[in-house]
């Protein structure tokens, strides 16, 4: 399985909409529970990658709201609303639906 | 709050083994969850390596699954990590992960991470 960001790197300004694109070269969707096991992580300088969404949708408790995650199929989407500095990160894409547990390339936000 | 900290050594040597151990605080790795190693290197990015759970149960990721070995420590509450015969691919900072596999399917608690270079 591939997964394939989009784009590697934005520049967004303080306030406004980030949004970050990851494509699977096949499903994600778990049969059994009907979720499609897709997360995405914040990896801050210096600061372990932090989760933020898992089940392509469901945001981590303690999460500010200005996150969210979209998407179905093979295409899902992070959003940032209302770009803050302490925003900027590298985000990543992942899939735990095969034994490889792929993860995206990685996007990084800039303001 | 639950804490990992990864240590061992920076620099090994290519072929030889690299070997790294990852102490857990504020949760008992011996009452659940698998506890696993993620690597990012500036060639392959993000990488899982693996996961076990203290009953003994683990995953490998299968292009390295040759060459890693986990084990858990409950005692001490620690797990490590060993890959044989490295090579300077294998450059990367590596860091401990709690494994939520069987429920929420994510890696909730990360380390640090700790940078290892092979080099001669």
């Known amino acids: 399985i591939v997964m394939t960001q989009s784009p590697d790197s934005l520049s967004v300004s303080l306030g406004e909409r980030a949004t970050v694109n990851c494509k699977s070269s096949q499903s994600v969707l778990f049969n059994f529970n009907n979720k499609y096991h897709l997360n995405w992580y914040q990896y801050k300088q210096g600061q372990p990658p932090k989760l933020i969404i898992y089940w392509a949708s469901t945001r981590v408790s303690g999460v500010p709201d200005r996150f969210s995650g979209s998407g179905s199929g093979t295409d899902f989407t992070l959003t940032i609303n209302s770009l803050q500095s302490e925003d900027v990160a590298i985000y990543y894409c992942q899939e735990y639906y095969t034994d490889l547990r792929t993860f995206g390339q990685g996007t990084k936000v800039e303001v | 709050q639950v804490h990992l900290q990864e240590s061992g050594p920076g620099l090994v040597r290519p072929s030889e083994t690299l070997s790294l151990t990852c102490s857990v605080s504020?949760?008992?790795?011996?009452?659940?969850?698998?506890w696993g190693w993620v690597r990012q290197s500036p060639g392959k990015g993000l990488e899982w390596i693996g996961s076990?759970?203290?009953?003994?149960?683990?995953f490998y990721n299968p292009s390295l699954k040759s060459r890693v070995t986990m084990s858990i420590d409950t005692s001490k509450n620690q797990f490590s990590l060993k890959l044989r015969s490295v090579t300077a691919a294998d450059t990367a900072v590596y860091h401990c992960?709690?494994?939520?596999?069987?429920?929420?399917?994510?890696?909730?608690?990360w380390g640090q991470g700790t940078r290892v270079t092979v080099s001669s």
């Open positions: 076990m759970y203290h009953a003994g149960n683990a």
């Open positions: 992960t709690r494994d939520d596999y069987g429920d929420l399917y994510y890696y909730d608690y």
């Open positions: 504020g949760y008992s790795i011996g009452s659940g969850y698998y």
